[in-house]
């Protein structure tokens, strides 16, 4: 039988926590790392070679950060040119406050100075298949950054697109009554 592929992913309930954190640390637009190396306490962060222990010294600098900044450096040549963006290329968008309620992700995204008193923030579900887009933009250098091992483990890995269906010799058997026993079919056909 091999495999059911899933209409849309989901969560993997082992993972919502770490999820919720990777989220925190990467733009839910662009999929850029919030920080990089021209940070001295991110430089320090990333030479640690524990992965978790990397990961959770990313993620403590990461999740305040609320906007995905890009880098502007001014032309030397000419003082009255535009500034020109370079860099980690940031795509300068707000980020959401990630909350988990159960097995569901709200991001809360603040608006700008400008706004008014009395509007309220926007506040949405984060699906997990938006999320898993935003995952497979994460580039290999990110991964490593996070702590993950792009040979092992990637992000997008910790959503379910795929459920493995063992076949039938392995499948556990099921009690009927005290003598009947029978194979437990986990594929309704």
């Given at each position: 039988l091999g495999h059911i592929e899933l209409a849309k992913p989901v969560f993997h309930i082992g993972f919502i926590a770490k999820i919720k954190k990777v989220c925190e640390c990467i733009c839910m637009h662009c999929g850029k790392l919030l920080l990089d190396e021209t940070n001295p306490a991110m430089a320090q962060a990333i030479k640690i070679r524990d992965p978790?222990?990397?990961?959770?010294?990313?993620?403590?600098?990461?999740?305040?950060?609320?906007?995905?900044?890009?880098?502007?450096?001014?032309?030397?040549?000419?003082?009255?040119?535009?500034?020109?963006?370079?860099?980690?290329?940031?795509?300068?968008?707000?980020?959401?406050?990630?909350?988990r309620d159960g097995l569901k992700l709200w991001g809360t995204w603040k608006q700008n100075k400008n706004f008014e008193e009395n509007e309220q923030p926007e506040r949405r579900l984060l699906t997990p298949s938006e999320i898993l887009s935003v995952f497979k933009h994460i580039s290999l250098e990110d991964c490593f950054r996070l702590g993950f091992n792009e040979d092992y483990a990637r992000p997008e890995w910790m959503l379910i697109t795929v459920l493995a269906v063992p076949p039938p010799p392995v499948r556990p058997s099921i009690a009927f009554n005290d003598t009947a026993r029978g194979i437990e079919n986990y594929v309704k056909k």
């Amino acid at each position: 039988l091999g495999h059911i592929e899933l209409a849309k992913p989901v969560f993997h309930i082992g993972f919502i926590a770490k999820i919720k954190k990777v989220c925190e640390c990467i733009c839910m637009h662009c999929g850029k790392l919030l920080l990089d190396e021209t940070n001295p306490a991110m430089a320090q962060a990333i030479k640690i070679r524990d992965p978790k222990k990397r990961f959770n010294a990313v993620w403590s600098l990461c999740k305040t950060k609320m906007i995905c900044e890009a880098d502007v450096l001014s032309n030397e040549n000419d003082p009255n040119s535009a500034p020109v963006t370079q860099g980690r290329g940031g795509c300068g968008h707000t980020q959401p406050t990630i909350r988990r309620d159960g097995l569901k992700l709200w991001g809360t995204w603040k608006q700008n100075k400008n706004f008014e008193e009395n509007e309220q923030p926007e506040r949405r579900l984060l699906t997990p298949s938006e999320i898993l887009s935003v995952f497979k933009h994460i580039s290999l250098e990110d991964c490593f950054r996070l702590g993950f091992n792009e040979d092992y483990a990637r992000p997008e890995w910790m959503l379910i697109t795929v459920l493995a269906v063992p076949p039938p010799p392995v499948r556990p058997s099921i009690a009927f009554n005290d003598t009947a026993r029978g194979i437990e079919n986990y594929v309704k056909k």
